[in-house]
């Protein structure tokens, strides 16, 4: 295990870094990127909601359901529904993990699945598999696998596959653990300090709401915490590791919050299609004492060098390696070649994997996640736009604490070095190594005197 100047230990780090060498009650196991969990059945049972006019179509689907295993290697529980008014209500009500809705309903109407949709993301999250004969009409909607469409025209399998790809997404599980943990969390701390209520009469329920956010806010921030062991409260939240320390998903806001700049955005300049951080502090920006605001240049890591050149580097090396000597071995020239495309290949990853370690003074690597590639921030190259030059920049994440704070010690640290001649190290040991030798002397006489 490494630590970065920062303190921040990179335990595990990313792919890259890997690629340089670098629970109670009845449960299933689901295998992610990294590593199997058992995963405990969850109270309510896992829930799809069909919304479908037609009952034949409505038993059909709910009799496939019963007997899959979609939901993380159980059949689900399923609640039919024929009427849009009904599942509203249901759906305003119950935990549901994923709904399949037609387009029209039994009075006709052509949008009344859309109209639904609308209502849902007004009220909550949850996947969405539309299950129609209009398919071509809610087309534009998907957005797979939060929002699939099945054709009524396809076997029924393919909406079985639809409604298993929306669990399989990970997206239950996230929502269902983190509103268990929210419930928890409330439950504990509230009935924690009920025996505190009295003193807090004086404060309104503004101030008891605030006062209970606050404590929602720093133990959701434990989850999170680089040396912690907190994890999400309630079945399905302990259930899940939570990944490794420097691992994307801890790393990057997407989409940012809120709509004003903050400290440790990466930005999108529009007319170049360049990326930047920024690095103007907080405080400035939210009171707008910011004229200028400084802007830290991040490149596509294969753009700069050491990638650039081990990019060039190791494809001919490792094309290479593993070839068998002719009889009577290499020539001389032949040996000299890969002699010199092996230390290449070798010291170029090196200096790459210093700088995924976060070893690096000038450079900072910023992992690929999503729409973000690999990044490589450059602390000498800096602009400063002004307020109004800003309009050219758009938000695609912000950074989760601690990163826009390491980000701003790393700059402050790379432009606040001071220079200074080299001693003559050399001469200063041998300097050294004689009063060593001559103390020595001295306490062995010493010794005879006596």
Not at 197 to 214: C, I, N, P
Not at 351 to 363: A, P
Request: hydrophobic fraction near 40%; glycine fraction near 6%.
């Amino acid at each position: 295990m490494s630590e970065s100047p920062d303190g921040v230990t990179p335990e595990g780090v990313t792919q890259m870094d890997a690629d340089l060498g670098g629970v109670d009650g009845d449960s299933t196991e689901i295998t992610g990127p990294d590593q199997a969990v058992e995963l405990p059945e969850p109270s309510p049972e896992w829930t799809v909601v069909i919304v479908e006019d037609n009952e034949d179509y409505r038993k059909d689907v709910e009799d496939q359901l019963r007997r899959s295993d979609v939901a993380y290697g159980r059949a689900p529980r399923v609640i039919p529904v024929g009427e849009f008014s009904q599942a509203e209500e249901i759906l305003s009500a119950q935990t549901v993990d994923v709904v399949i809705l037609d387009v029209r309903d039994d009075q006709g109407s052509d949008d009344a699945g859309e109209l639904l949709l609308d209502n849902l993301k007004s009220t909550r999250f949850v996947p969405v598999v539309f299950y129609t004969a209009y398919a071509e009409r809610v087309e534009p909607l998907a957005q797979p696998p939060v929002v699939q469409i099945v054709g009524k025209e396809e076997h029924t399998d393919v909406l079985v596959n639809a409604v298993r790809a929306a669990f399989d997404s990970g997206l239950p599980i996230a929502v269902r653990g983190l509103a268990d943990h929210v419930r928890e969390v409330t439950r504990e701390y509230l009935w924690d300090i009920a025996k505190q209520w009295a003193s807090l009469g004086d404060y309104d329920a503004e101030e008891k709401t605030t006062f209970l956010v606050a404590r929602l806010t720093r133990s959701l921030e434990l989850t999170l915490a680089l040396d912690g062991e907190d994890r999400l409260r309630g079945p399905v939240g302990r259930a899940l590791a939570l990944p490794s320390n420097w691992h994307p998903s801890r790393i990057y806001v997407i989409p940012p919050i809120g709509e004003k700049f903050d400290t440790g955005d990466l930005l999108l300049h529009g007319e170049t299609q360049r990326y930047w951080v920024q690095l103007t502090p907080s405080c400035d920006l939210a009171n707008g004492k910011a004229d200028r605001h400084l802007l830290v240049a991040a490149d596509p890591l294969l753009e700069v060098d050491p990638f650039l050149s081990w990019g060039v580097v190791e494809p001919e090396w490792k094309s290479i390696e593993q070839a068998v000597a002719p009889r009577g071995g290499w020539s001389q020239e032949e040996k000299e070649r890969r002699a010199k495309l092996k230390k290449a290949s070798n010291d170029l990853r090196a200096e790459s994997k210093k700088i995924i370690l976060g070893r690096h003074d000038r450079f900072f690597h910023l992992p690929k996640f999503f729409t973000v590639p690999d990044l490589l921030i450059d602390f000498q190259h800096v602009q400063t736009p002004t307020d109004s030059e800003m309009g050219e920049y758009v938000r695609i994440s912000g950074l989760a604490s601690p990163w826009p704070q390491v980000l701003v010690n790393r700059y402050n640290r790379q432009t606040g070095r001071m220079g200074f001649d080299d001693p003559n190290a050399d001469a200063v040991l041998e300097r050294i190594s004689r009063e060593i030798i001559e103390r020595q002397a001295e306490a062995v006489g010493k010794g005879i005197d006596e």
